[in-house]
């Protein structure tokens, strides 16, 4: 088997003409170039080059095998110097993985100023509230919410809670609202389907920022925030979601708090690396953006007392308010 080493040096002493000359572009010692040729010449059986004191000239044979491979060697080196150069640069395509609501709170004006400052750079998003396989989906960085099933990954932590409960006045007006942690498990939620058995689990931080684990079940369950949220909204139980989620159904008065002193925890998000190594300029340039924007939105509800307030605001004089 060739070794395309010995081929690329080779290359180099046709064109230059001279072993010296080679063995100074390559940055290594004259014999040593000029015994991996005869390795070469070994492995070919057959002589590439006439050599003398003064002189260095190709045979009929290393004319030929020049002219074969001399092109391929020279295309390698320049493809090579071209992405040297362009890795000072954010260049190529970036596969991204997100949840399918990624969008709602994701503003499309901050990718389109992204590409716009990056012209070389291309974006393809795989959107999905399923865990997404980095290796097999060919990912170069996920944004992810909750707890981390894979280890071997590389994660950065934007965030580490988030959003509070909710329920819509429908609801609460049928079956009230819990009045603490223990009455929550007694209620309907909609949940994220629970990876074993009927329940799922929630964990939530209250006021001393002691957590604690509530079990908690209902028979409206998605794998999507969207749905989640629509099924709250329509009544069919108590919701644990981000508030850059809700916020709209909060001010409208399709969703209202319950137990506001409570907010979910270990549910935060995180950036997502198949590997640390050799991260591409452009992988690192989108993600600093973007997490830059992300940690500016509104992922927590406001205080349990500042709630109390919006809900009093609608009754107060109009007199007061000016």
Same mark, same amino acid.
């Given at each position: 088997?060739?070794?395309?080493?010995?081929?690329?040096?080779?290359?180099?002493?046709?064109?230059?003409?001279?072993?010296?000359?080679?063995?100074?572009?390559?940055?290594?010692?004259?014999?040593?170039?000029?015994?991996?040729?005869?390795?070469?010449?070994?492995?070919?059986?057959?002589?590439?080059?006439?050599?003398?004191?003064?002189?260095?000239?190709?045979?009929?044979?290393?004319?030929?095998?020049?002219?074969?491979?001399?092109?391929?060697?020279?295309?390698?080196? =320049?493809?090579?110097?071209?992405?040297?150069?362009? /890795?000072?640069?954010?260049?190529? #395509?970036? !596969?991204? %993985? @997100?949840? +399918?609501?990624?969008?709602?709170?994701?503003?499309?004006?901050?990718?389109?100023?992204?590409?716009?400052?990056?012209?070389?750079?291309?974006?393809?998003?795989?959107?999905?509230?399923?865990?997404?396989?980095?290796?097999?989906?060919?990912?170069?960085?996920?944004?992810?919410?909750?707890?981390?099933?894979?280890?071997?990954?590389?994660?950065?932590?934007?965030?580490?809670?988030?959003?509070?409960?909710?329920?819509?006045?429908?609801?609460?007006?049928?079956?009230?609202?819990?009045?603490?942690?223990?009455?929550?498990?007694?209620?309907?939620?909609?949940?994220?389907?629970?990876?074993?058995?009927?329940?799922?689990?929630?964990?939530?931080?209250?006021?001393?920022?002691?957590? =604690?684990?509530?079990?908690?079940?209902?028979?409206? /369950?998605?794998?999507?925030?969207? #749905?989640? !949220?629509? %099924? @709250?909204? +329509?009544?069919?139980?108590?919701?644990?979601?981000?508030?850059?989620?809700?916020?709209?159904?909060?001010?409208?008065?399709?969703?209202?708090?319950?137990?506001?002193?409570?907010?979910?925890?270990?549910?935060?998000?995180?950036?997502?690396?198949?590997?640390?190594?050799?991260?591409?300029?452009?992988?690192?340039?989108?993600?600093?953006?973007?997490?830059?924007?992300?940690?500016?939105?509104?992922?927590?509800?406001?205080?349990?007392?500042?709630?109390?307030?919006?809900?009093?605001?609608?009754?107060?004089?109009?007199?007061?308010?000016?």
């Amino acid at each position: 088997m060739l070794d395309l080493n010995e081929v690329a040096m080779f290359v180099q002493v046709a064109r230059l003409g001279s072993f010296a000359e080679a063995a100074r572009h390559l940055r290594m010692p004259s014999a040593t170039v000029s015994r991996r040729i005869q390795q070469l010449e070994t492995r070919l059986g057959t002589r590439l080059m006439q050599r003398s004191t003064r002189k260095l000239t190709l045979t009929s044979a290393g004319q030929t095998f020049h002219e074969r491979c001399g092109p391929a060697v020279e295309e390698l080196i =320049e493809a090579g110097q071209s992405h040297v150069a362009g /890795s000072k640069e954010p260049c190529g #395509a970036i !596969r991204v %993985a @997100a949840s +399918a609501s990624f969008f709602e709170y994701f503003d499309m004006g901050w990718v389109s100023a992204f590409l716009a400052a990056h012209p070389a750079v291309q974006i393809d998003f795989v959107l999905s509230d399923l865990q997404a396989d980095l290796i097999a989906d060919r990912i170069d960085v996920a944004f992810h919410i909750g707890a981390l099933e894979d280890s071997s990954y590389v994660a950065r932590r934007i965030f580490t809670s988030y959003g509070g409960l909710l329920a819509s006045p429908a609801y609460l007006a049928a079956n009230g609202a819990p009045r603490d942690l223990r009455e929550l498990s007694e209620h309907e939620c909609v949940t994220q389907p629970p990876a074993t058995g009927s329940f799922a689990t929630w964990r939530l931080k209250g006021p001393d920022d002691c957590e =604690e684990d509530v079990r908690v079940r209902g028979r409206f /369950s998605s794998n999507t925030h969207v #749905a989640l !949220r629509e %099924a @709250a909204c +329509a009544g069919l139980g108590i919701v644990a979601l981000p508030a850059i989620l809700t916020s709209s159904e909060v001010a409208a008065g399709r969703l209202v708090p319950v137990l506001p002193q409570y907010v979910r925890a270990g549910r935060g998000m995180s950036v997502v690396y198949p590997s640390r190594q050799q991260r591409p300029l452009a992988v690192t340039a989108f993600v600093n953006m973007a997490v830059e924007k992300l940690s500016l939105q509104e992922w927590m509800p406001p205080p349990a007392e500042t709630m109390s307030e919006r809900r009093l605001e609608p009754h107060l004089d109009s007199s007061v308010c000016r």
